[in-house]
């Protein structure tokens, strides 16, 4: 009885390990077909190591930094450090 339900379990056990592995980053357990899919990674870590960045937006055009040097050079006059110095 218990020899014939320890060879279920077994087997049970075998047919488990034998459609997982670890995944090779986070080490969670992930089927073969994930893994052999997206090089050895789990889902999670398949979508981390294509989009390792959160998106910042497209990046600044032309004109848009030649206003930003503007808006900085407009702060930046000339004497007004001396002049705040000088009023103290
Ligand atoms: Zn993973």
Known sequence: MSGY???RDQRVADEHIGNVMACRTCRTMTDHETLQ???GMCHPCFQHYCNPEPLTGPPMTADEKREILARVRSLIV???LADKM???
């Open 37 to 39: 899919n997206l090089g």
């Open 5 to 7: 339900s320890k060879a």
């Open 78 to 80: 000339p004497g007004a």
């Open 86 to 88: 000088r009023a103290k």
